[in-house]
């Protein structure tokens, strides 16, 4: 079965710091997509990052990167210089090819709050 | 902005009512689907509709329906609303189902509470 595991329900971190949200996965199937979006308090889920299975290189947006460590399933998000609006819920996403559908396997989350 | 615009925003129903949210895509994306999340929790599939037939759906009851007009935009119905329905309900939309990196946009989600 698949399953997206985030383990730190909040984590606080200084403005201007660096930051990582941990994020696990489980299948079996080799072609997935894993993505990581931000929902600020007003619900919408705006999408960061994408990070395909066959991928050699760790994606990276601007102060985001990715994390990819494949023999570990992990997917862990950084985000450099944070900034108070990086506040928000974060979650972890995947998306299996063999579905054949868009159907993403969300995480649990994480609230991040940026301390001034 | 994502170009996925939801409708209405907040909403309070009666236990045993019916309701139906309303999504229109980003321009040019024929595949939308919906999700419902509980509070604190992760979003749930719940289906998707790809040119106007649904194509893929999560484990909800049959009470969840959909549609998908030529536009491409959607309407998700709940019958029968129960108390556990009292979730955020977000539309996505992609382009056609091009590999699993094919990017998916959400809107702001309609807050719906049965009482």
């Known amino acids: 079965a698949q399953k997206i595991t985030q383990t730190q329900p909040g984590m606080f971190v200084q403005e201007k710091e660096a930051v990582t949200l941990d994020c696990t996965y489980d299948?079996?199937?080799?072609?997935?997509?894993l993505f990581w979006y931000k929902q600020p308090s007003s619900g919408e889920m705006i999408f960061l990052i994408y990070?395909?299975?066959?991928?050699?290189q760790n994606a990276t947006e601007g102060r985001y990167s990715l994390n990819f460590q494949k023999a570990r399933k992990s997917a862990n998000l950084v985000i450099s210089a944070s900034q108070l609006g990086d506040s928000a819920m974060y979650f972890c996403?995947?998306?299996?090819?063999?579905?054949?559908?868009?159907?993403?396997?969300f995480g649990t989350g994480t609230r991040l709050t940026v301390i001034p | 902005e994502t170009g996925v615009t939801q409708s209405p925003t907040h909403l309070i129903k009666t236990r045993g009512q019916q309701v139906t949210l309303r999504c229109s895509s980003q321009?040019?994306?024929?595949?939308v689907s919906w999700y419902q999340q509980a509070l604190g929790q992760g979003p749930q599939f719940i289906f998707q509709?790809?040119?106007?037939?649904?194509?893929g759906r999560g484990n909800f009851p049959p009470r969840f329906s959909g549609l998908q007009f030529p536009n491409y935009s959607s309407e998700l119905n709940v019958n029968a609303l129960e108390l556990d329905d009292s979730a955020l309900y977000l539309c996505?939309?992609?382009?056609?189902?091009?590999?699993?990196?094919?990017?998916?946009?959400f809107g702001e989600g309609s807050w719906l509470t049965v009482v």
């Open positions: 996505a939309s992609s382009l056609e189902l091009t590999g699993p990196g094919n990017t998916i946009y």
């Open positions: 509709y790809y040119r106007e037939e649904e194509n």
């Open positions: 299948t079996s199937d080799p072609s997935y997509g």
């Open positions: 996403a995947m998306r299996l090819w063999e579905t054949g559908a868009n159907n993403l396997f």
């Open positions: 990070q395909g299975s066959y991928d050699q």
């Open positions: 321009s040019g994306h024929n595949t």
